[in-house]
């Protein structure tokens, strides 16, 4: 399998973290026969697709096909695998996502570009937690720091940081006698 060079992983990363997976904008300073060369390579290895622009919800637009009409470029599931996101956690922070009521529009003085992508590599121990979380029976602190080696504290802080915070999953919280607190990723998630 080709492994995607920095500026690849850049453009992968980036659209991860947008609505619908769109990769425009590139990142700054690639243009002109640059981008074509590297879209043109991601296009040919299924990394990314050139689908049709919707200019009234103002996607951004790759190349003009006529008539008022463009392309735009999305990543595929074999980008995001190629960057070690897993299609099935990438869908369901995707779900999550679109599930949520979209806030209100604030005035920030930030460039959404240079935001943290969220990336899920597999055979991380998040990656671990998240399977573990979606399995029905769930998991307590004690079987993350079985499965993980972490301390307690440091899973508990992965349960609430990384991935209800970060990634913005839902997880519910559950005392069973004889068990304890299990945590689990409502299904669907």
Known sequence: ?????DTQSLILSRAATRPG??????????????AKMVVGKMIARGWLDEVEANLRRGEPMWRETGDGHGTTLIATEAGLEAIG??????SAVA???????????????????????????????????IAMLQRPE????????AATSWQAHTARGAISGAIKKKLGL????EKIEG????YRLPEGS
């Open 1 to 5: 399998m080709t492994t995607p060079s």
């Open 21 to 34: 997976n769109l990769a425009l904008p590139l990142p700054e300073g690639l243009v002109g026969a640059a």
């Open 85 to 90: 996101i897993e299609p099935v956690v990438a």
């Open 95 to 129: 779900s999550v996502r679109k599930a949520r009521p979209k806030p209100e529009p604030v005035q920030m003085a930030c460039d959404t570009d240079t935001a943290k992508p969220v990336a899920i590599r597999a055979g991380t121990r998040q990656a671990q937690i």
């Open 138 to 145: 769930g998991a307590t602190v004690a079987e993350i720091v």
């Open 170 to 173: 839902p997880i519910a919280a």
């Open 179 to 182: 068990r304890g607190t299990v």
